[in-house]
């Protein structure tokens, strides 16, 4: 089966709607979940824990500790 060229170009039509209407629904869906979950800046003790290097132990350490 071979496509003419009217063919082809009512396929890329549509495939180009169907792109277009794909950007517009990504765009209704993110702006509908910014507005149900709204982003929070972190509080000081968790930006803290964030920024901070963490503290890295031992195994020994570790077990000992659990031991208790």
Known sequence: MTLNSTAINDVLEILSEIRNELKELRLLYRELVDRLIPVEEPE?????A????????????LFRVLRK
């Open 50 to 61: 964030i920024e901070e290097e963490d503290e890295v132990v031992s195994e020994d350490e």
């Open 44 to 48: 000081v003790d968790e930006r803290r």
